[in-house]
């Protein structure tokens, strides 16, 4: 099992639409392949948190990587494991920007975090995904 978490940019304004879009994609891969994880999105920054079987994630990232939607990636957790992170089915959206106008992502999981103390910044941003 490989787990990746990666901060980008979104390259142009997201509509709720294209979200909508977005989600959608994910639903349609991620089940079939196994791939799980969130996907956080706010004010045009992107967390994602994807996990699943080796061959497969390799495959994605890659796709993911070559995504014109986004650009300017910053991997902060890159593991292998025997467990995933996160016990989710699919790949869950979430959208931070819709509920909280100018809201930005919770301090506790910034890049800075991860940085400092990647295991801590992991158990904030599980705790987020279970809370949400
Ligand atoms: C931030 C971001 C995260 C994405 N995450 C996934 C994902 O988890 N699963 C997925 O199938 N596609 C995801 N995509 C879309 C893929 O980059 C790609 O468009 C999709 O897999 C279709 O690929 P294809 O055109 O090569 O078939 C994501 C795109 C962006 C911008």
């Given at each position: ?27 349609t ?6 791939l ?7 004010d045009?920054?992107f ?44 790949m ?23 940085a ?6 992991l ?10």
């Amino acid at each position: 099992m490989r787990t990746i978490i990666y901060f980008s940019h979104a390259t142009r304004p997201l509509s709720s639409a294209d979200l909508i879009d977005l989600e959608r994609e994910c639903a349609t891969n991620d089940g079939p392949l196994r791939l799980t994880g969130v996907l956080l999105h706010c004010d045009g920054r992107f967390l994602q948190l994807i996990e699943g079987p080796k061959g497969v994630m390799r495959d994605m990232w890659a796709r993911i990587q070559a995504d014109p939607r986004h650009e300017r990636f910053q991997v902060v957790l890159d593991r292998h494991g025997r467990q995933r992170c996160l016990a989710m089915s699919g790949m869950r959206l979430i959208d931070l920007s819709r509920d909280v106008s100018g809201a930005t992502f919770p301090a506790a999981f910034n890049e800075a975090a991860f940085a400092s103390d990647a295991r801590r910044a992991l158990d904030a941003l599980l705790a987020f995904c279970r809370a949400h």
